[in-house]
């Protein structure tokens, strides 16, 4: 398959590893960003390929393991309200609020829809002008442009039954707040590749110039992964830190200007909560003037719904990556993905979810003959 199977090559693939363990003196930590680099780590064993010296841990890149726990409430609050239509992609309805979720908001006769686009949404609200139409808008810099755009469309259209329920988050913050922890370990870290589609990396190089790490930008399939590690360990090695491009048939240092130029338009940087983490100041968008009179928290009134994470669920070690998946005294017995106690164990790019489904398990089989 052209583009996928020349990326899982499992010679090339021992060959990089054959490189990594011959420039490692280490020990190194390194922290991919994205839960989608997470499962792919996990899935195709690529951290058993890797000489000891190296630890991969895994970081907060997972945007329904990191949409906080009030807002869960928030968005079930809100699909609960007479003539309400509440859309979100399918893997938000199983995240658990305080209480409850919004599956089990559906099954209780709100009106909880799944979509796969928020044009979908606002297609609805157009054609039933009776009901309010909300979408969860939750998401990095990937999900931003296209939520944007739907706003953009609602007000140009004049479309008064449509609003988000906002929950964008930006990944720099969040590196630099896992950075400045006193109880940071990383050494380094795998930068996650479709953000950088769209923003560049241009935020990145003042983060590598002040902690002194070198930031890897890197795509999602196993060689791109290991040759991302391999990056990150010859700086390290050599005492550098820089901003590297592993993923240059996507990314830009500019990134794509169109769609940075549709956020700044749409949304404003402001403090965002991070579930398990807590609030990072400018961490996040919010709708700014005169985009903001499409805001559900605003038209509902749920702004003063506030919730408190369970204290069963170590998710904010994990996605602090303080704490390995199964270092959790509830992994795989009190929760599972079926009865999941937090967002990482549900999440289709959750670390959590990566573990319990492939580490019982033997990896995945790269493409081709080993060497």
Same mark, same amino acid.
């Given at each position: 398959?052209?583009?996928?199977?020349?990326?899982?090559?499992?010679?090339?693939?021992?060959?990089?590893?054959?490189?990594?363990?011959?420039?490692?003196?280490?020990?190194?930590?390194?922290?991919?960003?994205?839960?989608?680099?997470? !499962?792919?780590?996990?899935?195709?064993?690529?951290?058993?390929?890797?000489?000891?010296?190296?630890?991969?841990?895994?970081?907060?890149?997972?945007?329904?393991?990191?949409?906080?726990?009030?807002?869960?409430? $928030?968005?079930?609050?809100?699909?609960?309200?007479?003539?309400?239509?509440?859309?979100?992609?399918?893997?938000?309805?199983?995240?658990?609020?305080?209480?409850?979720?919004?599956?089990?908001? $559906?099954?209780?006769?709100?009106?909880?829809?799944?979509?796969?686009?928020?044009?979908?949404?606002?297609?609805?609200? $157009?054609?039933?002008?009776?009901?309010?139409?909300?979408?969860?808008?939750?998401?990095?810099?990937?999900?931003?442009?296209?939520?944007?755009?739907?706003?953009?469309?609602?007000?140009?259209?004049?479309?008064?039954?449509?609003?988000?329920?906002?929950? !964008?988050?930006?990944?720099?913050?969040?590196?630099?707040?896992?950075? +400045?922890?006193?109880?940071?370990?990383?050494?380094?870290?795998?930068?996650?590749? !479709?953000?950088?589609?769209?923003?560049?990396?241009?935020?990145?190089?003042?983060?590598? $110039?002040?902690?002194?790490?070198?930031?890897?930008?890197?795509?999602?399939?196993?060689?791109?992964?290991?040759?991302?590690?391999?990056?990150?360990?010859?700086?390290?090695?050599?005492?550098?830190?820089?901003?590297?491009?592993?993923?240059?048939?996507?990314?830009?240092?500019?990134?794509?200007?169109?769609?940075?130029?549709?956020?700044?338009?749409?949304?404003?940087?402001?403090?965002?909560?991070?579930?398990?983490?807590?609030?990072?100041?400018?961490?996040?968008?919010?709708?700014?003037?005169?985009?903001?009179?499409?805001?559900?928290?605003?038209?509902?009134?749920?702004?003063?719904?506030?919730? !408190?994470?369970?204290?069963?669920?170590? +998710?904010?070690?994990?996605?602090?990556?303080?704490?390995?998946?199964?270092?959790?005294?509830?992994?795989?017995?009190?929760?599972?993905?079926?009865?999941?106690?937090?967002?990482?164990?549900?999440?289709?790019?959750?670390?959590?979810?990566?573990?319990?489904?492939?580490?019982?398990?033997?990896?995945?089989?790269?493409?081709?003959?080993?060497?």
């Amino acid at each position: 398959m052209k583009y996928i199977d020349e990326y899982r090559d499992a010679s090339n693939a021992r060959r990089i590893a054959d490189e990594i363990r011959r420039v490692t003196t280490g020990p190194h930590a390194i922290m991919e960003v994205c839960g989608g680099q997470t !499962h792919a780590i996990v899935k195709f064993g690529i951290d058993e390929l890797l000489p000891p010296a190296i630890e991969l841990i895994h970081g907060p890149g997972c945007p329904v393991c990191v949409t906080p726990v009030e807002l869960i409430d $928030k968005a079930i609050a809100i699909a609960r309200q007479p003539d309400a239509v509440f859309c979100s992609f399918g893997d938000m309805l199983r995240v658990p609020g305080s209480r409850d979720d919004l599956f089990r908001a $559906k099954a209780s006769g709100a009106d909880v829809r799944i979509v796969y686009s928020p044009l979908d949404a606002l297609n609805l609200a $157009k054609n039933n002008p009776g009901k309010q139409v909300v979408f969860f808008a939750v998401g990095f810099e990937t999900t931003a442009p296209a939520n944007a755009l739907a706003v953009f469309q609602a007000h140009q259209s004049n479309i008064e039954n449509f609003s988000i329920l906002c929950s !964008h988050v930006l990944v720099p913050p969040a590196m630099e707040a896992i950075l +400045s922890s006193p109880d940071c370990r990383v050494n380094g870290f795998l930068a996650a590749g !479709h953000v950088c589609t769209i923003m560049g990396y241009t935020e990145y190089e003042p983060l590598a $110039k002040k902690y002194n790490v070198p930031i890897v930008v890197t795509g999602f399939e196993p060689l791109d992964i290991l040759h991302g590690v391999l990056l990150c360990v010859r700086q390290l090695e050599e005492g550098r830190a820089e901003v590297e491009n592993q993923y240059a048939r996507s990314v830009s240092r500019e990134g794509n200007r169109h769609a940075q130029r549709l956020i700044e338009t749409v949304y404003q940087i402001a403090p965002r909560g991070w579930r398990g983490i807590g609030t990072i100041a400018r961490s996040g968008l919010a709708l700014r003037p005169p985009f903001d009179r499409y805001d559900a928290e605003r038209r509902f009134d749920v702004s003063e719904i506030v919730a !408190h994470e369970s204290e069963d669920c170590i +998710s904010g070690l994990v996605l602090r990556g303080v704490k390995k998946p199964r270092e959790c005294p509830a992994f795989g017995t009190r929760c599972t993905p079926d009865h999941p106690l937090g967002a990482p164990m549900v999440s289709g790019e959750g670390a959590c979810a990566a573990y319990y489904r492939y580490k019982q398990s033997e990896p995945a089989v790269l493409a081709g003959p080993c060497a």
